[in-house]
Structures are given as structure tokens and as C-alpha cells.
């Protein structure tokens, strides 16, 4: 009946890929050690969705102004609040290049803001990522030393990126 | 892995679920003539699939403070600005039992809050419908003459409801 995919439907696309793509990060790193980064708390689903699929690992979650209900939000010591432009460079220091896996969802309605800052961030993120780290995103990324690797099923192609070490 | 679904499982399916629903009810009216109502416009991703979906009807859509982006926000004649305790009331009047789809999505996080909204609203929204008009939204009724009828595939129990009259 449609001819072009709606905004929902792209929408829909979006978040199960997302899913597929951490669930599958999940199964990458299994038997690595260290923490796991969530870029932005939004209202919390994703942070809700990485605490059930992985529930022994330390994640920490970058936002500037957390609003998510209670129950996906973390614990205050496990939130670093801040500009991700000053808290990725800090979070070198304290973390090294320890993470195991770091998601990304910049995801607002202007591509151009969205691809300008997945620009912006990238070299900030990359150092950060442990050998055979994963880093999954909603926005293609501008890594000089990772390597994008394929979708897993469920996934679709432009909605998910993954990156590893 | 995860034993329960994350916000995030739960979030999808009722995307999915919406969006099967909304698809399927566009075929049970396919013979009806009639408007369609969207009591809420949110960020507009759901009008945006209507309007995709329903390219030949009016699409009334019912909001207080529209916000959403220009490609997802009615044209202003089919805008009903208002409290819908106030404005389905006026839809009567002007509107009659013409509607031959409705859609609501009242879906906060409180669901509380949700159920008694669609206590409040069902005996507004329920003399709007036409003869074989489909109702479909993301929290149960509570209509004394439409029938839940059975979902589509692809909808998940308990994420969506479809009414009839």
C-alpha cells in the first residue's frame, strides 16, 4: 500500500536494530574483561535494556542532564555528568583504554547535527575502546584505527553501525 | 540471556504492535468513507505513517501543544487544537459518527495514569465511530458498544487493542 517508508517505520527500524546490535555486541565481548560506556541516558530504555543483557558488568553512562525515570536511571557513581566533549577526554584518564563496549544513540531528527557530531566524538571515543572492544551506534562513526564490522541478523543496513578494536 | 523484557523489548513491541495494527485496521475501512482521527500527535511519527498509509483521507488530529517536526504536523485546518474533554465533544457536533478510524497512543510511563485517561476518554471517543469503524490504541478501552476484535500478525497481546463498532 506505501511506496516510501514512513517516519515510524524508519523509527522501528532504528530501535530493533539497536537491540540486535548490542544483543550481538553482548556475545563479543563475553569473555572480556572491563566496563561498558552507554553515550547519552535519554529516558533510560537502552540503559535499561544493557543492565538486563548484561548484569555483572560496571556501565557507566554519559549524560549532561539525566531526566529517566528511577528505574533507568544509575547509581550516581556510575553516572558522569558533563559536556561528552570534556567527559570522553576525562573518562581516558580514569578508565584508559578499558571499555569493552560503547553504545551510542545521537539519534535527533537533524541527520547533518547528528553526522557532525558522531564527527566531533569519534576521535574522542576511540581511544577508549579495549582490544576486541565493540562500539555500536545509530550513526556511521569517523575511526581512524577501528574496523566496521557486519550486521547481525535482524539488523538493518544505515539504522546500526559496529565498530571493533 | 535475559530472563524478563527490558524497557527497550517492551518499547519495540509496542511500536511493532501499533504499527501492525494501524496496517490492518487501514484495510478493514478500505470500503468505508469517513475521516480519521489522531487523538495526540506526539513527535508526529505516527501521523506520518497514517498520512504514508492513507494517502486519500482527512486525518484530524486531535493535540494541545503540537510540537512535532513541519513534515509530521497536520495542515493548520486539520489541527483540532484543545483538551480532548473538550474537543471530541465539539468533533461530535461537527463530525458526527463519520470517523472510520481512531488512534491513540496515550502511553506515558505512568500506566496508571494511562488507564484512567482511557476510562475518561472511552465514552468520548465511542460515539465518534462509524458503522464497521475501527478503533485502535495502545491501552486498553472501555467501551460499552464496540468489540475488542483479535489482533494482526505481528501485533504482541497486551501491547495493542482493536475495537469495532
Not at 75 to 91: F, R
Request: charged fraction near 25%; charge should be negative.
Amino acid at each position: 500500500m506505501r511506496q516510501e517508508k514512513s517516519r515510524l517505520d524508519i523509527f522501528i527500524d532504528r530501535m530493533v536494530s539497536q537491540r540486535a546490535c548490542l544483543d550481538h555486541a553482548a556475545h563479543l565481548i563475553a569473555a572480556l574483561e572491563g566496563p561498558v560506556f552507554e553515550l547519552g541516558l535519554g529516558n533510560g530504555r537502552t540503559y535499561h535494556h544493557l543492565r538486563a543483557t548484561l548484569p555483572d558488568r560496571e556501565i557507566h553512562v554519559f549524560e549532561r542532564n539525566p531526566t529517566a525515570q528511577p528505574d533507568s536511571t544509575p547509581p550516581e557513581d556510575h553516572l558522569i555528568l558533563g559536556d561528552v566533549h570534556d567527559t570522553l577526554p576525562a573518562a581516558g584518564e580514569r578508565f584508559g583504554d578499558s571499555a569493552v563496549l560503547i553504545h551510542a544513540d545521537l539519534g535527533g531528527p537533524n541527520l547533518q547535527k547528528n553526522d557532525a557530531f558522531a564527527r566531533a566524538i569519534s576521535p574522542l571515543v576511540e581511544p577508549l575502546l579495549a582490544r576486541g572492544g565493540v562500539m555500536v551506534s545509530s550513526d556511521r562513526m569517523y575511526f581512524e584505527s577501528l574496523a566496521e564490522i557486519a550486521l547481525p541478523e535482524g539488523a538493518v543496513p544505515g539504522r546500526c553501525f559496529i565498530y571493533r578494536r
